[in-house]
């Protein structure tokens, strides 16, 4: 059974930095895209960033500059590093992947973890 745990949320202030983490555990044989969502109150579900196998990234524009998105293969690990947060930026974060086990290939995720940005 594969799961996909995140952590790292929390409250900060506006302009600060948090780091949120997804590490994939059980029966993978590999990990192809992986990302971040998020679901602001009242929001659709919308992609934060997101980053392939071999390393290319994509953002939304909204974090562009602000966000960083890195992965550690050997590790099934993923992280995303925010900078100067904005309330705008309050949401539920979500951690995605797209899993090839013993099941066969579909996309997992997270539990969600919260971040808010306070003014």
């Known amino acids: 059974q594969v799961q996909l745990v995140e952590s790292g949320g929390g409250l900060v202030q506006a302009g600060g930095s948090l780091r949120l983490s997804c590490a994939a555990s059980?029966?993978?044989?590999?990990?192809?895209?992986m990302g971040w969502y998020r679901r602001a109150p009242g929001k659709q579900l919308e992609l934060v960033a997101r980053?392939?196998?071999?390393?290319?990234?994509d953002y939304a524009d909204s974090v562009k500059g602000r966000f960083t998105i890195s992965r550690d293969n050997a590790k099934n690990t993923m992280c995303l590093q925010m900078n100067s947060l904005k309330p705008e930026d309050t949401a539920v974060y979500y951690c995605?992947?797209?899993?090839?086990?013993?099941?066969?290939?579909?996309?997992?995720w997270g539990q969600g973890t919260q971040v808010t940005v306070s003014s």
């Open positions: 995605n992947a797209d899993v090839k086990s013993l099941l066969g290939q579909r996309p997992m």
């Open positions: 059980g029966s993978i044989r590999s990990i192809n895209a």
């Open positions: 980053i392939t196998d071999t390393g290319t990234t």
